[in-house]
């Protein structure tokens, strides 16, 4: 506690501080994803095997519902869709191209074998002649965020214009939407709150109102004006309003659920829902944490139609109703004592004061107060004001935090433990063993014990999941296709109200079937390995038995480093010799030139202290540096602190290449094992592993003067530093194999979502490739854009492109090259069905190679969904491709078989197949699945440079410029992979 105004604790408004919070990740995942990511890169699996992973066991509160996937009926897909995107392209080639705005579909694509899929879609009805009007809300003074609840509560409850019976629905934030008009001369709305403030955490006299409400007219549409749009095959652009119009159609749809207390809303567009009564489905992912399957829904267009896409998702929860203390046990069994985690872990949970007396809230409820945690006690903590705490290090326990108490001239500096027991008579167990939190702010903190701290429940846990949770929480999303689809159509339409029609209310009637689609199974690419050995995946799988790489690498002395685990841990790996000895025949018998590893190899035992870890691999690389430019480390622990800074040592700062195992999993590890090192190994050091056949690379294995790229922007998560910049990464072929990608990685300014410095990355590439080539530059280069959401196509057109063409005009003499530029979509809702056994593989998922372009997409965009790959196991998760700009795939000259849409599926899927690190296609485009591992390998980076700057880089300024430099040495080598 502090000496200001400890006592009084806010009083909470309404439901808002349980339900979850209106905040996103910025790029959240759909299946296995939590809800969070503060790191919404979340849990995916699609990160090679293209899966949503996980567990098939429905968790507590349920079990699986059957699944009629194969067996409901099927509908043909819809005839007068199908002659309406004919007619539209037909119609769209007439008119000429406008500047400046999105590549026209030119086809749909016809090669393949036709098959029909259900999509998780369903069409949506209104009532006829309805009209929806969306109101903006402001509330004079401004509220806080608990308090902004409980004005709109109150409004529901006690304005008459609610009264009415007027339907109406609300975002629960600024926006409320109804189906009549309100009254012109209607007066504004006045509520108070008793008993103290809002959800806040600092003092006692906070504002408790009076607040004034005004609602003011922002706009009023008509579904079916939208739907004659959707219609007219000369309507070649976006809805006049379509975002507006969408997001109002969004909050219709969870207008129901928005009303029911048992049911938590998350999202940034507060568009997941999950169950949190007798119901819920869940499972423990350690360190206090739960996961939790719900529902996503969003209003999306078609052709000639308005749909509903309805999936599973996953969510993290804190486990509420128990102690805050409960949270840090749990949370120390994951992370140990880990200062820096800790305070951005706990950062935005809402806690109940258990100490401080039971109030009267605002809605006549009595309950205990409610305290926000900022974090926990820190040494800056205060530091403004007068006789500041004094608090010994960051994440002090009781007894090791002092405030001052009383005023200045008769006051003293008291320990929480100190205070507690004067002021409330209260003996706390935990006072030298556990953090205090800060439930004010830095410049103002108020200090409580987790022991008097109670979690409210459905809190969403937005930070970066560890590498167990992350694990548990896989298993448990890890569903098959006839899971997730009975799932969707039993509970997902309950959930919003649809089952029993509760949508009608609002003029809207979803259908409660999926729609069916046309599909077609592309064939898997021939792939060559060295001596001209021709390799046909199936299934999109092959293996490397009697095969060597179609280039293997050259490599110098070599040795290995074997950091050890701490003294009193046990190690299942004893002496590495004769598994580093398995290895080396392994990259020998995969064509790798090189001589045996030298002898004795170094060992580091580490210890507990994460600062003399890093000094001493600091000092190993620099010794190592001298004579060996490659390393294999064996590490002992799948957590990344060591893993990173091994990286940072390595790449940047000695350009000593290195490849990591785990001890463990090189203990007895089988042939697959060091094949699949092998293969990372060789591309490490410039080899090529296999290269598509001619006919399947189609004009650039021809040609040979195609660069194809990759990019992505990737952000900080909600526990990295908050100076932590935003991450951008460039890769490119090297040559017409596509079996080499080195690349770029630059740190920009924080959450900035277009490429700062793509024209100097660009340039760095053609420059390679250039010296690769015999000083030729590509004719043409194809580039893979990798987090790019719906909303962001015109800032790739407008800031992204031009950056790409300024960087060939630096170097280009005479012709310009063909630049096409498809975003690749994995972050999305779109699930696909099997409707028949012979079109599903093993797990129940299309056989790999489905690519879908009619039903699901949008006339005016060129755009096809294509799975790739064959999960393992789960749900696969299709890779949705939009072509945002094309000079190559329409141009007769560089595709001479005049079959662009074509040309553009069958191509992507065979690069697919050349990821080069295992045997299996992947989800989406390798190009830019390798620039989403650049970026997290700059993550890393960058832990590894705050980490051995002590954590004093306070400039997010200090992150640029050199900080992300690959040593001279490895800049053109995979190092990430």
Not at 350 to 358: F, I
Not at 676 to 705: D, E, H, T, W, Y
Not at 912 to 925: K, L
Request: proline share 6%.
């Amino acid at each position: 506690m502090s000496g200001r105004a400890h006592g009084d604790l806010p009083i909470r408004g309404g439901r808002g501080g349980d339900r979850g919070g209106s905040r996103g990740g910025s790029r959240g995942h759909g299946d296995s994803g939590s809800s969070s990511r503060g790191s919404d890169r979340g849990y995916s699996g699609d990160r090679g095997r293209g899966s949503d992973r996980g567990g098939s066991h429905g968790g507590r509160g349920g079990s699986e519902p059957p699944s009629g996937m194969l067996t409901d009926p099927v509908e043909a897909p819809s005839a007068h869709v199908h002659a309406l995107e004919d007619r539209y392209v037909a119609e769209s080639a007439k008119a000429r191209p406008e500047s400046g705005t999105l590549a026209r579909r030119p086809a749909y694509g016809t090669q393949g074998r036709s098959i029909v899929l259900r999509a998780n879609f369903f069409p949506m009805e209104f009532k006829p002649n309805v009209k929806f009007h969306s109101y903006r809300l402001k509330i004079r003074p401004e509220p806080r965020k608990g308090q902004q609840m409980f004005v709109l509560e109150s409004m529901f409850r006690k304005y008459p214009l609610f009264n009415k019976g007027v339907e109406i629905a609300t975002d629960g934030a600024t926006e409320i939407v109804t189906t009549e008009l309100f009254p012109e001369d209607r007066e504004p709305f006045t509520c108070s709150m008793s008993g103290g403030s809002g959800q806040g955490s600092g003092k006692s006299k906070a504002n408790t109102g009076p607040w004034e409400a005004t609602l003011t007219l922002e706009s009023s549409f008509s579904p079916s004006d939208m739907m004659a749009c959707l219609e007219d095959i000369s309507h070649r652009r976006e809805i006049e309003n379509e975002s507006p119009c969408l997001r109002v159609l969004n909050i219709l749809m969870s207008a129901y659920p928005y009303r029911n207390s048992s049911v938590a809303i998350i999202g940034k567009g507060r568009n997941k829902f999950f169950r949190m009564d007798k119901r819920k489905q869940s499972a423990e992912i350690r360190g206090g944490i739960e996961a939790v399957r719900g529902y996503y829904s969003s209003v999306r267009l078609g052709a000639g139609r308005i749909f509903l896409n309805l999936n599973v998702t996953h969510g993290a929860f804190f486990n509420g109703g128990g102690l805050l203390s409960e949270i840090l046990i749990a949370f120390a069994q994951i992370h140990g004592k880990d200062r820096q985690v800790i305070g951005r872990y706990l950062k935005g949970l809402k806690v109940y004061a258990l100490h401080l007396d039971v109030r009267e809230n605002g809605s006549g409820e009595k309950e205990k107060p409610i305290r926000t945690i900022f974090g926990v006690a820190d040494v800056g903590d205060g530091c403004k004001g007068p006789n500041p705490p004094r608090v010994k290090q960051q994440a002090s326990s009781a007894k090791n935090v002092q405030f001052w108490m009383g005023d200045e001239k008769n006051g003293k500096y008291v320990t929480i433990v100190e205070y507690f027991y004067k002021t409330y008579n209260r003996k706390l167990k935990h006072v030298d063993d556990m953090p205090v939190v800060n439930v004010g702010t830095r410049d103002r903190p108020v200090y409580l014990p987790a022991e008097v701290c109670e979690v409210l429940p459905r809190q969403p846990f937005r930070a970066e999941p560890s590498t167990i949770q992350r694990q548990n929480m896989i298993k448990f999303s890890c569903r098959r296709p006839p899971q997730n689809y009975a799932s969707i159509m039993t509970e997902g339409l309950d959930i919003l109200g649809i089952s029993e029609g509760h949508t009608k209310a609002v003029g809207i009637k979803p259908g409660k079937e999926m729609i069916t689609v046309p599909a077609r199974i592309l064939n898997a690419p021939n792939l060559l390995y060295g001596g001209k050995k021709v390799t046909s995946p199936r299934n999109g799988s092959w293996n490397l038995v009697n095969t060597k790489f179609f280039q293997g690498a050259s490599i110098g002395k070599w040795t290995c480093l074997w950091l050890r685990k701490r003294t009193q841990e046990v190690e299942k790996l004893t002496n590495p010799e004769f598994e580093m000895d398995a290895f080396y025949r392994k990259l020998r018998d995969h064509g790798l030139s090189l001589p045996p590893p030298s002898k004795p190899y170094i060992t580091v035992r580490l210890n507990s202290d994460d600062g003399e870890n890093r000094g001493m691999i600091r000092e190993v690389f620099k010794k190592v540096a001298k004579e060996f430019p490659f390393l294999v480390v064996l590490l002992p622990t799948t957590e990344g602190k060591i893993f990173d800074y091994v990286k940072y040592a390595g790449d940047l700062k000695t350009g000593v290449i290195t490849h990591c195992m785990l001890s463990s999993k090189l203990a007895g590890a089988n042939e697959q094992y060091l094949s699949n090192n092998a293969m990372k190994v060789n591309l490490r050091m410039g080899g090529c592993n296999q290269l598509l056949q001619p006919a399947s690379a189609r004009f650039i294995g021809a040609a040979k003067n195609t660069m194809v790229v990759g990019l992505d922007v990737t952000h900080p998560s909600s526990t990295d530093p908050e100076v932590f910049p935003s991450v951008a990464a460039i890769v490119a072929s090297t040559d017409y194999r596509m079996g080499q990608w080195p690349g770029e990685v630059r740190a920009q300014t924080r959450r900035q979502e277009h490429i700062e410095f793509l024209k100097e990355m660009m340039l760095t590439r053609l420059n390679l490739w250039q010296k690769t080539n015999s000083g030729n530059l590509p004719q043409n280069i194809l580039v893979y854009r990798d987090g790019v959401s719906e909303g962001q196509f015109a800032m790739v057109l407008a800031e992204e492109l031009p950056k790409i063409q300024a960087a060939a005009k630096a170097v280009y003499r005479g012709t310009m090259p063909n630049i096409t530029i498809i975003v690749c979509g994995k972050r999305h809702n779109v699930r696909f069905y099997p409707t028949n056994a012979k079109d599903q593989d093993r797990t129940s998922n299309p056989l790999n190679g489905c690519v879908v372009d009619r039903g699901v997409t949008r006339p005016i965009y060129w755009d096809f969904y294509l799975q790739a790959q064959s999960p393992l196991q789960g749900s696969a998760r299709p890779a949705h491709y939009i072509v945002i700009h094309d000079e190559i795939f329409t141009n007769s000259k560089v595709n001479t078989d005049r079959k662009p849409a074509d040309m553009v599926q069958e191509l992507t899927h065979s690069i697919s197949y050349m990821m080069g690190r295992a045997t299996r296609s992947i989800s989406y485009s390798t190009p830019a699945f390798l620039a989403d591992k650049f970026c997290d390998r700059g993550r890393k980076y960058l832990l590894a440079y705050y980490f051995e700057n002590n954590q004093q880089v306070t400039d997010a300024d200090k992150f640029k410029g050199s900080t992300l430099n690959l040593s001279s040495v490895c800049q053109n080598n995979m190092v990430y992979i």
